[in-house]
């Protein structure tokens, strides 16, 4: 990969002008290789990895070996080969999805949140094989590993759980934080579910009781941060794999990082 440096000191790099590796090439041959310059700073590309319009989500298998991605015009659903650095395959969707949740550790099933349609899309790795509706337009969902449950949040105050082992929905979460609408959500390996509001407050559930345990108001504490000088929406939330940092985004393009032992960000 050959780098130009700008008059400005930007680095811009062109990835297709360094040398190539034929694919007939012999394993030892390859191996050494391995102490050529150029061969390891060259990029790899994965083939069609592209949509015509925009991509709205982009997933990682748990093994590292497939990337999942979503598209619009025409809505589409990709599957990348890591290792074949290729397009595995193409599906075409009746409608945009606005979420993905994988539902393994590899490809073979995933979910797609259709929010317009409020329609939940299971794929396996054959075709597409069920389809369900939630009451409201879905914004966001995850799925929890422990209770195999799919958690759907969007334009209302309740939170769909969908029980992938008995096939039915169960009880919805309602928030008691006065919230009216969930545009974000996620899910921490260590301790519960925490949901990212419309109206600018962080709701945490706990699965075993499936009662709201915490809500946190995040633009309560403007601090020097001028961004939440007024009230925003939720747009982002993430656990670290820690469980103690979450990391939240707002509407106006704010972007906090918690510890959840205490109120304010750090």
Not at 17 to 29: F, H, I, M, Q, V
Not at 232 to 243: I, Q, W, Y
Request: with cysteine.
């Amino acid at each position: 990969m050959k780098a130009v440096t700008l008059g400005d000191g930007i680095k811009v790099y062109n990835l297709s002008s360094g040398k190539t590796l034929p694919g007939w090439l012999a394993e030892k041959r390859k191996k050494a290789l391995k102490k050529d310059e150029h061969y390891r700073r060259r990029v790899e590309l994965l083939q069609d990895f592209d949509f015509p319009m925009s991509s709205t989500r982009v997933r990682v298998t748990k093994d590292g070996q497939h990337i999942a991605a979503t598209g619009t015009y025409p809505p589409s659903l990709k599957m990348f080969d890591v290792q074949e650095l290729s397009m595995k395959f193409e599906r075409r969707l009746d409608s945009e999805a606005v979420d993905m949740v994988l539902l393994g550790s590899d490809y073979g099933k995933l979910a797609l949140l259709h929010g317009t349609e409020r329609q939940v899309e299971f794929h396996a790795q054959f075709s597409t094989y069920f389809r369900t509706r939630v009451p409201r337009p879905g914004r966001a969902m995850l799925y929890h590993p422990r209770t195999c449950d799919l958690v759907v949040c969007g334009s209302s105050d309740e939170i769909w759980r969908i029980n992938l082992e008995q096939g039915r929905f169960l009880t919805s979460l309602r928030s008691v934080a006065g919230c009216e609408a969930f545009n974000a959500c996620d899910v921490s390996e260590a301790h519960g579910l925490a949901f990212g509001s419309e109206d600018g407050i962080v709701e945490c559930f706990d699965p075993r009781t499936r009662q709201s345990v915490a809500a946190l108001p995040v633009t309560a504490d403007s601090g020097a941060n001028p961004l939440l000088a007024e009230p925003t929406s939720v747009t982002s939330l993430r656990f670290a794999p820690d469980g103690l940092t979450l990391g939240v985004g707002t509407g106006n393009g704010a972007c906090m990082l918690y510890d959840i032992r205490a109120p304010h960000p750090y």
